[in-house]
């Protein structure tokens, strides 16, 4: 799909993206990260807000590992833009993906059994409090609390959710703008339906990294000073990126920690399973995590090797893995492959999801995605996970795919 030009900057797009959302929904919010992206938005959105005397919701997940100048930098944009805002800072035990570690593949921010592991203490405006939200329970994933949290603050009105995702990060985030087959408001691309009345808009959706800079540059705004420190660490500014810290993205910059904050950093060493794995193999290319091109261990092939690669990794672990394979294979054997899927294809048809492969199964393992998204998966929900290993484990029975078990 060429790229089309609308006759105006993306600058004054995105204004106009803005006071169209605020036209047409009765209640909004705005997803916070404290990165360069969701900053560049708040300034935007808050100053609508302003200029139209309302007040617009600001959700921030905070998740505990986070290095202070973010932390320090949240706050001052809380504190600025008061007068318009409602502050939602979650501090609640929330589960996420950690690609750092098969033993743990998981990790719960904020987890109560583990008080004295903290990496920090909650902020004196964080939400605590587990009966807050009517919908949330303790460990919730993130996958499942941001929709939910959506439709609880959009209390029955029509709800927008602004998100600072930008199509030139990933093929992901293109695909999210630009997929066809998706319900959009009003026939506008950059937005996406969550779930009933709620929305996301993607206003910043065609911005470049330049032009974030640029904003900053041009309006004299603040943003995250941790950027600069990025900087002079020798970091590209393609490659700045703060979120979740322990995901297959997230682990490449762990190294920063121990730089930038080393205090911390022996603090999420004890805190996180695998951290300091990831953050001494996460830029390695080859077979440690999985990055770019892979070589097969003598003797093997990438069918054999996944199956190594399973018979290694812990019981829970690997039986978690065995039931998303089960599925992958089952699936492709209805659509051309009845005898087995091939060890490997043509990559780039590999990495579109056109043909199923033993080498993208291998990469799957290796890079520790434990919902197996590279493979076409989404989560599971917490609550329905222990029905679905159940029901795994019949079906994969019935289909009697061989040489699964240990």
Known sequence: MPKRGLGLDVFEAAKERIAFTFDNFE????????????????????????????RIGVLMIDWECQIGLTIDFAKK??????DVIDPYWVALPMKTWNACSQIEPEWTAWDPAKTELWVRQPEKMSITDESYFPFYYT??????????????????????????????????????????DKPTFQGKQWTTQVEGIAWNIYPIYDWKTKDIWRFHGKTGLDYNRLYD???????KISQMRICEPFGDEARKGLWLYQIVDPAMWAK?????AGANTGKMYSQEKGAVMGNHSIALPEGHTFESFAKHILRTMPRPTAEHYRNKLSVYLKWWSKRGYPDGIPDL????????????TWRKVVKTFLKNDYWCKGLGFSPTKSAAYQKYCELMKRRRAEWNIKDMEV
């Open 27 to 54: 209640r909004i919010y705005l997803s916070f990260s404290a990165g360069k992206d969701s900053t560049v938005m708040l300034h935007m959105v808050a100053q609508e807000a302003r200029a139209r005397g309302v």
């Open 139 to 180: 460990g919730m994933p993130f996958e499942e609390f941001t929709p939910a949290f959506a439709q609880w603050y959009a209390q029955g009105k029509s709800c927008a959710c602004f998100v600072g995702i930008r199509a030139d990060e990933s093929l992901n985030r293109f695909r999210a703008i630009a997929r066809d």
């Open 345 to 356: 294809a043509d990559k780039s048809l590999e990495s579109r999801g056109k043909v199923p």
């Open 77 to 82: 944009m809380f504190e600025m833009y008061s």
């Open 229 to 235: 420190r990025m900087h002079q660490a020798g970091m």
């Open 268 to 272: 999420v060493v004890l805190r996180c």
